[in-house]
């Protein structure tokens, strides 16, 4: 049972039953109950009410209960009989609490507990706990309370740069909580040795959470610079450093050859030169350079010899060699 009556024309004086309104005066309409009539609310003897409200409370006798009180830590369930001079109220209690009387019974137009207070009418079922206690560099992720249930978790979260130590949550068991020995301490990160780098930035033996570490490559190797990071899980990235290979013989070129003598292994950034036969003119080059691995250089021999002479370079077919001539 609500106690509230639908007004559907509030702004028009309303008829209030058992009762008589004023106004309206800056929009708002104030109303009050007859003699032996109150408002269901028990919240005063008068009420106010704007113009474009659709409710308004109802007035009753003063020999019956109106609105069920607010109890901490539970809830009064209102009746559903609607004579409400002999009736109850029941009373539900919030998990980990036990109720002291089961029903509010209405006498003489007033909701009754025997004399028990309403803040003492759900109890807790144990000991509650204070506040749980402070661990250095933390926070509890949870909303802070004044008193915690028996059974209630608290979680702890150290601060960014500190590592929790052992377990991350206690227990209030009936009025204490759970002795852990729960400690945050600080990330750090011991001097990382990288065999193909040497240290560039500050040289230290330990570093904290998120400092850096800047690493160039040494030589004969690739990579250039590269920075590690210290984290929670130790240190965060990879070395970029790869050695650099040598290269095989040079590939041929076509109606050309290399300038000296051919080897079989050269070195990083190792350089040939070329030539072009006669009657072929060189595009590009006239270097080839090995790089990692890799020859690079584009070079081509263009032909220029005249119209119908043979090339300079012949193979013997059958015992047959055909010769260029000189014209």
Not at 48 to 66: H, M, V
Request: net charge negative.
């Amino acid at each position: 049972m609500s106690g509230i009556k639908s007004c559907t024309d509030a702004c028009p004086k309303p008829e209030v039953p058992n009762g008589f309104a004023v106004g309206p005066y800056n929009n708002t309409i104030y109303y009050s109950c007859n003699e032996g009539f109150k408002l269901f609310s028990n919240n005063g003897w008068w009420a106010e009410a704007k113009c474009n409200d659709s409710r308004l409370q109802l007035c009753i006798e003063n020999t019956k209960c109106g609105e069920t009180p607010v109890i901490p830590n539970g809830k009064v369930v209102p009746p559903q009989r609607q004579d409400l001079r002999q009736i109850q109220a029941r009373i539900t209690c919030n998990t980990g609490y036990r109720t002291q009387v089961d029903n509010l019974p209405c006498r003489e137009g007033e909701w009754t507990s025997n004399g028990i207070l309403l803040e003492d009418i759900c109890k807790p079922t144990a000991k509650l706990c204070n506040p749980p206690p402070k661990v250095e560099y933390a926070v509890v992720r949870t909303s802070y309370q004044k008193e915690y249930l028996s059974d209630s978790p608290v979680t702890y979260q150290c601060h960014d740069g500190y590592d929790i130590e052992g377990e991350d949550t206690i227990l209030c068991n009936d009025g204490k909580w759970e002795e852990k020995n729960i400690t945050c301490t600080e990330i750090t990160c011991d001097r990382k040795n990288v065999p193909k780098a040497e240290v560039i930035s500050e040289y230290k033996q330990t570093y904290r959470y998120n400092e850096q570490v800047r690493y160039r490559c040494r030589d004969g190797y690739q990579g250039g610079e590269f920075t590690l990071t210290c984290g929670g899980d130790g240190w965060i990235g990879s070395p970029t450093c790869r050695e650099i290979v040598g290269c095989g013989s040079p590939p041929p070129l076509t109606d050309g050859d290399i300038k000296g003598t051919v080897k079989t292994d050269y070195s990083h950034q190792e350089s040939v030169e070329f030539m072009c036969q006669n009657y072929y003119t060189m595009e590009g080059g006239p270097y080839r350079t090995c790089i990692n691995g890799e020859w690079i250089g584009q070079i081509k021999c263009l032909s220029h010899r005249p119209t119908g002479s043979l090339p300079m370079r012949q193979q013997c077919i059958d015992g047959v060699m055909d010769l260029p001539t000189c014209q």
